[in-house]
């Protein structure tokens, strides 16, 4: 029955990964085709073509919006990580008055969905003047109370002996926390890297509603405007889209254990 | 964090309290009139109920599915590694790319879907073109985006599980099936439970992939609540109406938040 059941076993593996990838294979597919093959029948192209991709690069400034969703998500991502290791280790080992307060507080805000403060947060964006401009994209993300969480926890599960040791020796909070906590958390500052980037990278509201000049437009967004213009095109819509999916695929491969940790870290709490 | 955080929340509720003149140039204080125009806008209800369909539709596909990807590549094998990547795989897939996948894989005449279903001697579907399948269509694409999270979510859960237990019950007889409904499910349960409510909290928000899709329609089937508060405030020039649902909005997602929330403090301390 083991015998019998082992090559059973990957076959549902396999149908399920099929299953489960089989629209993006077929957006992949689609990115080959040429525009005379597009709706003829078939899966696969019978000849192979690189068309729609030029066509969609010359059309298109994709690697403008790509530059622009990576210094927005690389912004966002290295502003979290300072201010939550700052502010984690600060919640964890600075004893002040209020500071219990302060985390409860911390605590409090993970309850508060972004979706739901894009109205105002539109508003006061405008009057900073902030529209069409990274900073309106990376700013109001830096602050994020699940970083500050997650930090704070994990610099508090840390060894005290290590800080007295280091204080000892004649450490400062801001030398303790760059020389003991951060190098000790990587860690948990790599999970949240991971997490922050991937989120800033797939927003889709913020940067629709805060973006309007071309030039500014993240990727996301961008392809919804390549979708708009190519209304039968699909062949050069489907190749915009594999070119904007490629950098988080390559990241997701190359860091799959961060993102996944990342994951796993982040949802259990939310 | 007060700035961008707390501000826009507090403003939230003093926004919803406010109406714009015709030019939307001035403001002026009305109470609660735009909740009470909202209990009564049928367009509202239309929203809020198509909401919580998306929603009670997006929750047991995408937990099913990816409780069963999990099932398969919990435990090591020779090639787990290769398949847990497929498996999660949607993770690293943006909304934007993920609803453009499906734009064209359920295409009224390009797709896919119709060709297989037309080989396999069925009739096309107006997947995304007809009021009544658009919402539910556009619930199986949300749930397929999560598949990933979700499993990576279980899995983590179900290396939890002490292989001992399954060992013991071998001994005594049970088989697979036994084993997963008197083992795998009450242990995987308090994880489950919150998988179920972040996936309903992240489904009440879904905007992306609606938006790509089928903008809201046809006839306005897919119109969800967040959906109806873009509109409300982009198109319509209704900021404050909006933010009124907006706020509403909240109220539903801090009740089912902060259940989470309970429930992860619970998990902290006895954990």
Redesign the interface.
Known sequence: MARLARPL??L??AA??FL?????L??FV?SFKSDGE??A?G?WPANPTLEPYREALQKYPLARYLLNSLVVALGTTLGVLLVSATLGYALARIPFAGQSALFGF?VA?????G??????????VQQLGWLNTYTALI?????S?LGIFLLRQFIKSLPQDLFDAARIDGAGHLRMLWHVALPLSAPALGALAALTF?GS??M??WP??TINRSEMMT???A??QV?NVEVTS?NV??AA??L??LP??I???LA?RL??RG??LG???? | MLLFIVWPTLSAFWLSFHRENLLGTSREWVGLANYAEMLKDPAFWRSVGATFVFAAIVAPVQLVLGLVAALMVARPFPGVGFFRTLFFLTTAVPTAVAAVAWGWFLHPVGGTANRWLEALGLPRQPWLTSPELALPTLAVVTAWAGVGFTAILLTAGLQQIPEELYEAARIDGAGPWTQFWRITLPLLSPTLFLVALLVLLSSLTAFGQIHLLTRGGPMESTTVWIYRVYQDAFFNFRFYYASAQAVALFLVLLLLAALQFRFFGRRVHYG
């Open positions: 076993f990957y549902g593996l399920y990964a489960l990838v089989l629209p993006l077929n957006l689609a597009l709706f029948p899966f911390v805000l993970l309850l508060i969905p979706e739901v403060t894009f109205l105002p947060l539109y508003l006061l700013v109001p993300f830096i602050a109370p991937l990278w797939n889709y509201l629709l509603v990727a996301q967004i392809i919804a979708q699909w819509v489907a889209a594999v904007v999916l988080t695929l990241a997701f491969l799959q993102f996944i994951i796993a949802g259990l709490k939310g």
